[in-house]
DNA sequence: TATGAATGAGCTTTCATTCAT
DNA sequence: AATGAATGAAAGCTCATTCAT
């Protein structure tokens, strides 16, 4: 089902019959913040092109020049808001590999997540609807994201001498990429519960323990 | 949104006009086991009613005699998901409190959750298409879920006497009941990097390393 | 392009969800009553489905319980027409042989032609609109209309022991048959200047007068 | 429906927002050749403007400086096929009235009707697509033709000092007319059977069949 | 209780036409 | 004179739901 991620590279294309490609990127735009809203209230299939349309702020026809059906629009979302996350998230570099900068580096990637919550919302509500045909260009990106913190992590080890095998490194930074996402999709619960401020410390105080009786056996 | 949880008591009603309570209830069994294998193939939103009446082996005219609306049909199943996953996390009853009944208990969530990735893939996909009236029911067995987690690890720590915040088992157990159903939602990844086994294994002591470090500091 | 007529055996399937076959076959007379009506007046093209299924008496949803697409609609307007001409045709069965019988045949022929010149003037301004699928099923009704005629000839031939090339008789067979359709679908300037008796007996002298010359000149 | 036949003069105007009337005829052409290439392809209702446009070689906003709607489009294009085929046919002007002179006529306008097969039939599948306003003026143009045909037997007879009544010759013309035709539009079946000089000397052989045979009368 | 034919609101998409540049 | 982005009416088609049998 996945197997041709790996082998996906450019951008998916999504038709357009205009020409002019800076005024393809502004309409897009505002399609794509138009249809964000609309997602979040009422998700992709039960928004109807012309309320695309609407909320982008021009007439069905014109939204028709700019991608080619319906699914091209959930793509354009998908795409923006990992583009979105991921700028978000190189903001800050973080590479010092010292325990300050690993904690500096998850608090910094929930506080995105916490900022993105109701795109990474809106995201994960509605992937699954994506085609077989647009799905692996989606999934590339996530497994990308997912390296950012794998990297965060390495950093902090290489510098501290701590022994470590890869498996463990990637299903830590597969807990703490969902803990983010977490904190948007179930916010309905959680955010009862914590403070935003309250769930990054205790998620890090929780993920550092695991990673520094590792650091305590190593040595 | 969510703020009328606490206040669900019973099950949602489903409109039905016929009368045979047994008979109703064989109807929606059938219902729900082609719903299942229909939305897993296409989703909810693409699968006609039509479709689930002949999954189900029955004629549209049928479906309706046992369900109000369309939608009923995917509170059914996702109740029905919920409940099965319920009942075969209660077939293990392990409360005896000791770290091999915890490790049993954690390891038996996982081998459910791989059990029924189909279902929980299904009902993650689709429970945002429930509609505000009947997202509120299936959220509450959720939590009811989360609870038997945290009940698990209550015991282990009461059992060994160590000290905990609420807050900090509440997220604990979040963690691991999220942690199960991202190996059914991320298999697409997890599923090619490790075995059900080492999986649990790996979150198992990083799970744990994170209690005990705790467990040492409370001693 | 026609390649494949020879090939070409069943009726072309029409998709119908309705199950009762003869109901299929009651809906579907009722829409190509309407829709040759309908098509005499505008066209195909500019005849919409809501107006065909209007014109047959049912809703736009009953149409497509009966038809796949808008196009099926045509393919069973024109074979039906084809049907029906046949049909007509061959009530007037003429084998005897005489010249008496080949007069009468190209006669009836004609007010066939004349009766549902309707029909046929549908069918001849609408047959290209079809697609490469379903063109063939038709051109294949054609030839064998073609071929009644040539039968026709040869009968009478045969019986006058006249000799014929077979190439001959073909092209003959074509312009009775083009003549015939002549009649309708150029009324706008024929039947401003002929009755339709006018027309059989200048059509038949001229037809005959080339056959029979041939008859003088075979014996 | 055609009553209006015979009062009508001019061309019908066609509406340009540009006073060039040179750049109008050259615009114009380049359309007319692009749109019979789209139309022998896809048919009038098939190709859109933009198409047209393209085929043209410009902006479908200069389309619209030449014509004042998609239908002009139509007009034009038949207008011109009539005039292409009336030029050609008027290159051999033949009216010695001798019986070589008729055979050749005869077969020059079957050949006419070989070498312009695609824009016959282009023309022959699409005129009833014009609207009630554009047909008169084209089919006076099918009459005129009709009349050259008539003018050629006529001189013949004339010259042999046959007898004959007008509605005869007018027969005679629209069979020779309409036979012309169908070599273009039963290509399908015609031209696997028969080579262009074959059904030539077929056709000529059995018209002049009729005509001599009238002329043996006659005498 | 079971059926499936009938319905029509509503969906996505197209495309002739306009008009500011 | 030429362009092409914008428009929205209208097209083909789907499908949840009803109801007579």
Redesign the interface.
């Given at each position: 089902?996945?197997g041709g991620i790996e082998r996906v590279r450019k951008k998916r294309e999504v038709h357009a019959s205009v020409k002019d490609q800076k005024l393809i990127q502004r309409r897009r735009d505002e399609m794509i913040r138009g249809a964000v809203t609309l997602f979040k209230e009422k998700?992709f299939?039960r928004s109807t092109t012309r309320e695309i349309a609407k909320a982008a702020g021009f007439s069905i026809g014109t939204l028709y020049e700019y991608i080619g059906q319906k699914e091209d629009v959930l793509y354009l979302v998908c795409d923006s808001i990992y583009d979105g996350v991921k700028e978000k998230l190189e903001e800050m570099n973080v590479n010092a590999g010292t325990i300050e900068n690993l904690k500096l580096g998850i608090a910094h990637y929930f506080r995105v997540m916490d900022e993105m919550q109701d795109e990474v919302l809106v995201m994960y509500?509605e992937v699954?609807?994506l085609s077989k045909d647009a799905l692996p260009y989606v999934?590339k990106k996530e497994?990308e994201m997912?390296s950012m913190v794998e990297a965060l992590i390495k950093s902090y080890m290489d510098h501290e001498h701590i022994d470590y095998r890869q498996?463990?490194v990637?299903?830590?930074a597969?807990?703490i990429f969902?803990?983010g996402q977490?904190w948007a999709f179930?916010r309905?619960?959680?955010q009862k519960?914590?403070t935003l401020d309250?769930?990054i410390e205790?998620?890090t105080n929780?993920?550092l323990?695991?990673i520094?009786?590792?650091a305590g056996d190593g040595k």
């Open positions: 089902m996945t998700g299939h509500q699954k609807s999934l497994l997912v498996q463990e990637h299903i830590l597969q807990n969902v803990q977490m179930r309905w619960t959680l519960s914590y309250e769930y205790l998620q929780y993920l323990s695991g520094q009786m590792k």
